[in-house]
T-cell receptor, first 117, second 111 residues
Framework: GAVVSQHPSWVICKSGTSVKIECRSL??????MFWYRQFPKQSLMLMAT?????????EQGVEKDKFLINHASLTLSTLTVTSAHPEDSSFYIC?????????????FGPGTRLTVT | GQNIDQPTEMTATEGAIVQINCTYQ??????LFWYQQHAGEAPTFLSY????GLEEKGRFSSFLSRSKGYSYLLLKELQMKDSASYLC????????????FGKGTTLSVSS
């Protein structure tokens, strides 16, 4: 099946710094990727929808200037958490769809655990 | 808007059958998904329903009734490794192609 990778798998950073998380579709092209955030014992919350070559669409309440998303190619989307604070500590998961009108399955990456100290 | 409800926790014993229910309200509907998630890991796909009826895949089955806004995931011959969180997710056509997740049901299987 289709594989999505994320890098890094975990990261610890100091408050005020920025962290970049990469999401790659390894064996398929993904015109659309999604970024989710999951706090402990809670479900996945959609942060934004990332379309290749265009600006991301952010969900209500998600600051687009704080969570920068770039989808420069059909196999790579990045999420940059800028000026991170401890409350940004969370599990960040990306997912990708293989095609627009084909399989409806979304493939999830393994997630990135961010800890801000 | 969207609203997806499922029980918070369920318990069962090895070898038993368990049914996890999910009700949803969405502006549009373009498919319902079930995912399994072990602690600290990403969700893994279990099933997809877009038409009414039952989809069977091994020990797991999923049912959908669009008129009732209702789905269930049926797990048979439970094993200890089935202890996990089970997430019901809906694709709301008016929300683009993103999946909207329920809060998940934590299933604990005991021997």
């Amino acid at each position: 099946g289709a594989v999505v990778s994320q890098h890094p798998s975990w990261v610890i950073c100091k408050s005020g710094t920025s962290v970049k998380i990469e999401c790659r579709s390894l064996d398929f092209q993904a015109t659309t990727m999604f970024w989710y955030r999951q706090f402990p014992k809670q479900s996945l919350m959609l942060m934004a929808t990332s379309n290749e070559g265009s600006k991301a669409t952010y969900e209500q309440g998600v600051e687009k200037d704080k969570f920068l998303i770039n989808h420069a190619s059909l196999t790579l989307s990045t999420l940059t958490v800028t000026s991170a604070h401890p409350e940004d500590s969370s599990f960040y998961i990306c997912s990708a769809r293989e095609s627009i009108a084909g399989t409806y399955e979304q493939y999830f990456g393994p997630g990135t655990r961010l800890t801000v100290t | 808007g969207q609203n997806i409800d499922q029980p918070t926790e369920m318990t069962a014993t090895e070898g038993a059958i368990v049914q996890i229910n999910c009700t949803y309200q969405t502006s549009g509907f373009n498919g319902l998904f079930w995912y399994q998630q072990h602690a600290g890991e990403a969700p893994t796909f279990l099933s997809y329903n877009v038409l009414d009826g039952l989809e069977e895949k091994g020990r797991f089955s999923s049912f959908l009734s669009r008129s009732k806004g209702y789905s269930y995931l049926l797990l048979k011959e439970l094993q200890m490794k089935d202890s996990a969180s089970y997430l019901c997710a809906v694709r709301d056509s008016q929300a683009g192609t993103a999946l909207i997740f329920g809060k998940g049901t934590t299933l604990s299987v005991s021997s």
